[in-house]
């Protein structure tokens, strides 16, 4: 048996490397791990941590003028965008503590250096040039915004990144992509009080989500103010006078302040060793996998946005718990990637779990379409025009909830309930027979009783 200087090393120290090196120090495993940046990777540094603190920020705009028909009367207001960056920076620095004290307490040696691949067994630390060795490696060195290269003045654009560490709230902006990192930062700015575009290349944005809650969204993100070009994307940006001038392929001329590239993300995979260790990478650059997140090479895992499945953070750390059971348990388990539930920080946000109305409608024969639309309550009182909607698909032949789509405020917030009812196999006759919230917006799922329609065979009848 050859001795290793490690157990496991784990490269990359965002959501699925860090659990999987804590996890594995705790069960009395030496581990070793390398970040080359900040601990806690894109959620906690430059993504979903921070980015929800800005639409929190976002959203006081609206809560002033809403205030109003409370009978409250709110002096003048104004925002600081420096305090704002300051006081996240503040936060994700505490974060970052407490992922460095986790690995720390769990007794795994922490690098901070780049480190790659130089065989199977053998990873190379740059900052000192130290090699060291591990019986099993994991890679979770997550993914980048794509800057799209081939794009002219992609260099004068920024990426999500840059959007946490503006030096100034810009006065206009245009973002490209409809996603959700596009769709987050539209209501993000503008609630800011940015002028805020949005280009998306498709008929509509958000391409994966429910028809209902696609168009519903960008109904409302309308009303709000901002503007939504659909059909259309950028084909050249350059310099205009300390502002940017941006053609479209439309031959529309917008001249705005920054403009921001949201258009999927990148797996970083270059210059890692991993063909010096013979780990197979796919077409976009991903680490092939296994369904146990087994590599090419037998003793070389990878977790997260560098392998090409479902890039979410509760997602990265499923598969480091699975790979911990498998590798240190004696206990195969695969990731479950089936109902995950999953939100939108839009304004108003979007709770989904299950198939869409389309994708139900290509794998049942039957459905049953329960949809309510409504004014919530607090909008009678602010006299805000948004409306809620919420969906359930319904499996006919066995009324299985197969599908729930919410757009509305706490929609986030019910997708995690609605993926337990989901997970455990819930009927339509379930929801009926659970009593209603009252007076709430989540009553209304328990409170369609007959189906708005019926999709058959593909047909809606
Ligand atoms: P998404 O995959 O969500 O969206 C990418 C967008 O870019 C799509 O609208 C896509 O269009 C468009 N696009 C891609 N390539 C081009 C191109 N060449 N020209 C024009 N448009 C293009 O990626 P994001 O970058 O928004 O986010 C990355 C991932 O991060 C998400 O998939 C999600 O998993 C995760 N994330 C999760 C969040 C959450 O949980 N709330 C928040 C933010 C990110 P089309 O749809 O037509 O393909």
Redesign the pocket.
């Given at each position: 048996m050859p001795s290793f200087d490690f157990d496991l090393f784990v490269i990359g120290g965002g959501s699925g490397g860090v659990r999987s090196a804590r996890v594995a120090a705790s069960l009395g495993k030496k581990v070793g791990i390398a970040e080359e940046y900040r601990y806690g990777g894109t959620c906690v540094i430059r993504?979903?941590v921070p980015?929800k603190l800005f639409v929190y920020a976002s959203q006081y705009s609206e809560h002033f003028k809403d205030a109003a028909g409370f009978g409250w009367t709110v002096g003048e207001s104004s925002f600081d965008w420096k305090k704002l960056i300051e006081a996240k920076d503040r936060e994700i620095a505490r974060l970052e503590g407490l992922y460095r004290k986790g690995l720390d307490n769990a007794k795994a040696e922490i690098f901070d250096t780049r480190a790659e691949l130089v065989d199977a067994h053998t990873v190379k630390l740059l900052k000192t040039g130290q090699t060291v060795t591990a019986e099993t490696i994991v890679i979770a060195t997550g993914g980048r915004?794509?800057l799209?290269t081939a794009l002219p003045g992609h260099e004068l654009c920024i990426s999500s990144n840059e959007a946490f560490h503006l030096k100034e709230l810009p006065k206009s902006i245009l973002i490209?992509?409809?996603?959700?990192?596009?769709v987050?930062f539209a209501n993000i700015f503008h609630g800011l009080g940015v002028e805020t575009t949005l280009i998306?290349?498709?008929a509509e944005?958000l391409?994966?989500f429910d028809h209902d809650l696609r168009k519903g969204l960008h109904e409302a993100m309308e009303e709000k103010g901002i503007r939504i070009l659909c059909h259309d994307?950028i084909e050249n940006v350059e310099k205009a006078e300390g502002r940017l001038s941006v053609r479209t392929k439309n031959d529309k001329v917008l001249t705005v302040d920054t403009v921001m590239l949201?258009?999927?993300?990148t797996p970083n995979t270059e210059n890692l060793g991993l063909e010096a260790a013979g780990v197979a990478i796919n077409e976009q650059g991903a680490v092939i996998v296994d369904e146990y997140s087994r590599t090419s090479v037998a003793n070389i895992f990878a977790l997260g946005d560098v392998t090409d499945r479902?890039?979410?953070t509760p997602v990265a750390i499923h598969e480091a718990m699975c790979f911990i059971e498998t590798v240190y348990k004696d206990n195969p388990t695969r990731p479950d990637h089936e109902l995950i539930p999953?939100?939108?920080?839009s304004q108003p946000e979007i709770g989904t779990v299950g198939l869409t109305e389309e994708d139900a409608a290509k794998r049942y024969p039957e459905l049953e379409i329960y949809r309510a639309q409504f004014r919530p309550m607090k909008a009678t009182l602010s006299g805000r025009a948004e409306k809620m909607i919420m969906k359930l698909i319904v499996n006919a032949a066995d009324r299985k909830v197969v599908g729930a789509h919410i757009l509305g405020h706490d929609a986030g917030e019910m997708a995690q309930l609605l993926g337990i009812t989901l997970k455990a196999g819930c009927t339509k006759d379930d929801f009926d027979r659970t009593m209603a919230v009252h007076p709430t917006a989540a009553e209304e799922l328990v409170t369609m009783y007959s189906p708005n329609y019926r999709i058959r065979n593909g047909e809606r009848v």
């Amino acid at each position: 048996m050859p001795s290793f200087d490690f157990d496991l090393f784990v490269i990359g120290g965002g959501s699925g490397g860090v659990r999987s090196a804590r996890v594995a120090a705790s069960l009395g495993k030496k581990v070793g791990i390398a970040e080359e940046y900040r601990y806690g990777g894109t959620c906690v540094i430059r993504g979903c941590v921070p980015k929800k603190l800005f639409v929190y920020a976002s959203q006081y705009s609206e809560h002033f003028k809403d205030a109003a028909g409370f009978g409250w009367t709110v002096g003048e207001s104004s925002f600081d965008w420096k305090k704002l960056i300051e006081a996240k920076d503040r936060e994700i620095a505490r974060l970052e503590g407490l992922y460095r004290k986790g690995l720390d307490n769990a007794k795994a040696e922490i690098f901070d250096t780049r480190a790659e691949l130089v065989d199977a067994h053998t990873v190379k630390l740059l900052k000192t040039g130290q090699t060291v060795t591990a019986e099993t490696i994991v890679i979770a060195t997550g993914g980048r915004p794509n800057l799209h290269t081939a794009l002219p003045g992609h260099e004068l654009c920024i990426s999500s990144n840059e959007a946490f560490h503006l030096k100034e709230l810009p006065k206009s902006i245009l973002i490209a992509g409809g996603g959700y990192i596009a769709v987050e930062f539209a209501n993000i700015f503008h609630g800011l009080g940015v002028e805020t575009t949005l280009i998306y290349r498709g008929a509509e944005i958000l391409s994966r989500f429910d028809h209902d809650l696609r168009k519903g969204l960008h109904e409302a993100m309308e009303e709000k103010g901002i503007r939504i070009l659909c059909h259309d994307i950028i084909e050249n940006v350059e310099k205009a006078e300390g502002r940017l001038s941006v053609r479209t392929k439309n031959d529309k001329v917008l001249t705005v302040d920054t403009v921001m590239l949201a258009l999927g993300r990148t797996p970083n995979t270059e210059n890692l060793g991993l063909e010096a260790a013979g780990v197979a990478i796919n077409e976009q650059g991903a680490v092939i996998v296994d369904e146990y997140s087994r590599t090419s090479v037998a003793n070389i895992f990878a977790l997260g946005d560098v392998t090409d499945r479902v890039q979410l953070t509760p997602v990265a750390i499923h598969e480091a718990m699975c790979f911990i059971e498998t590798v240190y348990k004696d206990n195969p388990t695969r990731p479950d990637h089936e109902l995950i539930p999953t939100a939108v920080f839009s304004q108003p946000e979007i709770g989904t779990v299950g198939l869409t109305e389309e994708d139900a409608a290509k794998r049942y024969p039957e459905l049953e379409i329960y949809r309510a639309q409504f004014r919530p309550m607090k909008a009678t009182l602010s006299g805000r025009a948004e409306k809620m909607i919420m969906k359930l698909i319904v499996n006919a032949a066995d009324r299985k909830v197969v599908g729930a789509h919410i757009l509305g405020h706490d929609a986030g917030e019910m997708a995690q309930l609605l993926g337990i009812t989901l997970k455990a196999g819930c009927t339509k006759d379930d929801f009926d027979r659970t009593m209603a919230v009252h007076p709430t917006a989540a009553e209304e799922l328990v409170t369609m009783y007959s189906p708005n329609y019926r999709i058959r065979n593909g047909e809606r009848v």
